[in-house]
């Protein structure tokens, strides 16, 4: 494993680095890109939590070191690893964010909450159309009405996604068939003379 640690990274230094571990100097110290054995180069921020402590054997607080990953190489240039290690670090300086590992959790959660909002906003006529099977004909109908009155909704649900799936909606073909009858009417005759 190779660590540098009096000399900032240059961007050659990173396109050679075939294996190990480069870390950068002052003033991106905790910047470090891993280059693994099948080729792959990930950048990682290493960082002390100020959030996690233990006790070690002589009694002194530590902070827990840990790291987040901020991208990978070539995707990610130095300048661009740099840049996110600086927002990182500034959200582990930050005493009301702490740690960055813990806001990165907490965004991706709101991530998923809003993509789950969303999903639940879509309520389509399919929706519709079992949601009144269930609450309304299977509360009033027997068993030959609720099976006859579902397999209509069924077909009428698949015809209608034919329509719309089609080269030309329903509207659109009605609409083209009154401008033919429109057009047939307006068009004056011809007299022989």
Not at 163 to 174: D, P, Y
Request: aromatic content about 6%; overall charge positive; some cysteine.
């Amino acid at each position: 494993m190779s660590t540098r640690k009096s000399t900032p990274l240059t961007v050659l230094d990173v396109k050679r680095h075939s294996s190990g571990t480069l870390a950068d100097a002052h003033p991106n110290r905790g910047l470090r890109l891993v280059a693994n054995k099948n080729g792959t180069k990930t950048w990682f921020y290493r960082y002390r939590s100020t959030t996690d402590s233990y006790t070690d054997k002589q009694g002194k607080a530590q902070f827990r070191l840990k790291q987040i990953k901020l991208g990978n190489f070539p995707a990610m240039g130095l300048g661009e690893a740099r840049n996110a290690f600086q927002e990182q670090k500034g959200i582990r300086d930050d005493v009301t964010k702490g740690d960055p590992r813990l806001v990165q959790e907490d965004e991706q959660a709101k991530i998923r909450k809003k993509s789950e909002r969303a999903k639940e906003a879509r309520y389509t006529v399919a929706h519709l159309i079992e949601e009144y099977l269930i609450e309304h004909i299977e509360l009033a109908r027997a068993l030959k009405g609720q099976l006859e009155a579902r397999r209509m909704m069924e077909r009428a649900e698949t015809q209608n996604c034919a329509i719309r799936s089609g080269s030309t909606t329903l509207a659109a073909q009605k609409l083209t068939d009154e401008q033919e009858n429109q057009s047939s009417v307006t068009e004056p005759r011809s007299r022989p003379l």
